[in-house]
C-alpha cells in the first residue's frame, strides 16, 4: 500500500483540471512587439530562404563526397598493394563518384522540376500561398 501513494498522489496532480484564461484579441503584429522581424518574413523572403538553405545542404553533400573521394585515393597509396585494402579503396573512391553523380543530378533535377512548375528555380524560390 505505501508504494501506491506516491502513485496516487501524482495522478490526482496531474490529473486536476487547471482552466486556461485567454485573450480573444491578441496582436502578435504590433511595432513594439518581440515577433516583429517574423511578421517582417515574405513568402519571397522565406522563399529565398530555403532555396538558401537547399543549396548549403547541396554543397555540404558536395564536400562529403569529395572528402570521401580523397579518403578512398588516400587508402589506395597506403594500401601497400594488399589486395582487400586496394579493394576496399576502390570501393570507397566508386561510392564517393556515385554520390557525387546523385548529389549533382538531385541538384539539376530539382531546379528543372521548379523551373517547369514554378517558373523559377532554387536562387530565386517563391512559396505560394493562398489569400483569403
Keep these: 500500500m505505501k508504494k501506491f ?3 496516487i498522489a501524482l495522478s490526482a496532480y496531474l490529473l486536476n483540471p487547471v482552466t486556461a484564461f485567454a485573450a480573444n484579441n491578441i496582436e502578435l503584429c504590433d ?9 517582417n518574413l515574405t513568402s519571397n523572403n522565406f522563399g529565398n530562404l530555403i532555396g538558401a538553405v537547399i543549396t548549403l545542404l547541396f554543397v555540404i553533400a558536395v564536400i562529403i563526397a569529395l572528402a570521401f573521394l580523397v579518403w578512398g585515393g588516400l587508402k589506395w597509396i597506403l594500401s601497400g598493394g594488399d589486395k582487400s585494402a586496394v579493394e576496399g579503396a576502390r570501393n570507397t573512391i566508386v561510392a564517393a563518384v556515385v554520390g557525387l553523380v546523385i548529389v549533382f543530378l538531385a541538384y539539376f533535377i530539382l531546379n528543372l522540376v521548379l523551373t517547369f512548375f514554378l517558373g523559377e528555380g532554387l536562387s530565386s524560390l517563391k512559396i505560394p500561398n493562398i489569400g483569403l
Design 31 to 39: 511595432r513594439n512587439g518581440q515577433f516583429n522581424k517574423l511578421c
Design 5 to 7: 501513494i506516491p502513485a
